[in-house]
């Protein structure tokens, strides 16, 4: 399967990026950082958006200092946390402070489709860019605003940093192995889920567009993010006025499903259905039909003595073999990976996930590619995540040559 052509040109004088892909002719400008916005636009790039990133002078992006590891050498290392987030776009630095480079945003925002921030709420009114502002300059512009807690009510003013949110939104209270150790996630959740919910709501606004011809204000939150993937932990509160409590490596709502041991190590195995308990009850030489288990119900009344039986029949047998019995009987089964055996499997390869660009500084490196793909292939990027003000230059005679042809 070849991947569809997205070719980014030079950016030379008066020479935007080409690019072919469903948000090809689309202009983003971002002035977001850290992670959320950033993550939102890095979204809009593989789909093939131009992806304008204006960074503050001397640092630019937080993230650009958020490390170790860094990569590089000592006067030009780059932040991995940086790359994670910011494939795809292009750097130029402004000073919002400065009248001649505020100047110069203004013409950006001109030129732009969507514009993206993740300021607290109020700080583009104080620039000079709250919404109305905004469509002075350019009507059909699509905003995206993403905060912590939202842009209103008692609390909207708030700064949100994943962590605070993932404890404030309830997200720990259900992570972790019991009630008295709440755990984060692993990745910054809430800030990756926000780009999402953000870059999903400016595809909506740029969609409605085409019928309206004007742009839309989009707003989403870390806490909305959080809140909006609550799922079934959500309604056993609003709807069975039940607290969810965390329930480790095992399922909350089915039994079995979870992390089990085994002779040398773990296994991860799933039973959605009562034909899937009653075959691996059978497999292992159990009663599936025992009151205590035969329910998923039941199981869950009894989480402890289900677990306790079925790692007792793993405990002799090595993690391979009992995936291949599991998978041999239709037992939705897996390993656990470390993050450098997931890039090294072959299954992840053959997806499209890893993606080779070539830094101005660090030469040719691996980054985790687009979750998506389209059926004539896998989206990817040439450009990869720029180094401050990269493209300066490039961006401003850009804009120079459309006044002159303006």
Not at 188 to 203: F, R, S, T
Not at 252 to 263: E, Q
Not at 308 to 317: D, H, T
Not at 361 to 380: K, S, Y
Request: charged share 20%.
């Amino acid at each position: 399967m070849t991947a569809p052509t997205i070719q980014r040109a030079g950016t030379g004088v008066g020479t935007p990026p080409t690019v072919s892909g469903p948000f090809q002719d689309i202009t983003v400008l971002d002035l977001s950082r850290a992670l959320a916005g950033p993550h939102a636009t890095m979204m809009m790039a593989d789909l093939g958006a131009r992806v304008i990133k204006v960074e503050s002078p001397g640092t630019g992006d937080d993230t650009r200092g958020w490390g170790p590891p860094f990569a590089g050498p000592e006067d030009q290392r780059e932040s991995t946390y940086f790359l994670a987030a910011n494939r795809g776009k292009e750097s130029i630095v402004l000073d919002l402070k400065n009248a001649a480079d505020l100047d110069v945003l203004k013409r950006l925002i001109t030129e732009s489709d969507v514009l993206v921030e993740n300021f607290r709420p109020g700080v583009m009114d104080r620039l000079g860019l709250g919404t109305d502002s905004l469509w002075e300059i350019n009507r059909s512009l699509v905003v995206l605003s993403i905060s912590g807690f939202g842009h209103d009510g008692p609390e909207g003013g708030r700064a949100g940093y994943d962590q605070i949110i993932q404890g404030e939104a309830g997200l720990m209270s259900i992570t972790g192995a019991d009630a008295d150790n709440p755990t984060k996630m692993g990745v910054p959740i809430a800030d990756l889920l926000a780009g999402m919910y953000g870059a999903y709501g400016v595809a909506g606004a740029l969609v409605e567009r085409t019928k309206t011809g004007r742009g839309r204000h989009v707003r989403t939150s870390l806490l909305a993010s959080v809140v909006g993937v609550h799922a079934f932990q959500g309604t056993r509160w609003t709807v069975a006025g039940e607290v969810p409590r965390p329930t480790g490596n095992q399922h909350a709502a089915i039994c079995p499903y979870g992390l089990f041991s085994c002779a040398d190590g773990s296994i991860q195995l799933a039973v959605g259905s009562e034909k899937q308990w009653r075959t691996l009850a059978v497999a292992f030489g159990l009663d599936p039909e025992l009151p205590e288990w035969s329910s998923n119900e039941a199981r869950i009344a009894n989480r402890d003595h289900v677990i306790a039986v079925l790692e007792n029949e793993f405990s002799s047998r090595m993690a391979d073999e009992i995936l291949q019995v599991l998978d041999g009987i239709g037992i939705p089964s897996g390993k656990l990976r470390s993050i450098d055996e997931v890039y090294s499997w072959e299954q992840t390869r053959s997806q499209g996930l890893l993606l080779e660009v070539e830094h101005p500084t660090l030469g040719n490196i691996t980054l985790p590619g687009p979750a998506i793909r389209f059926e004539d292939g896998v989206l990817r990027p040439r450009l990869a995540p720029p180094t401050l003000n990269q493209h300066g230059d490039g961006i401003r005679a850009w804009l120079a040559s459309k006044e002159i042809t303006a």
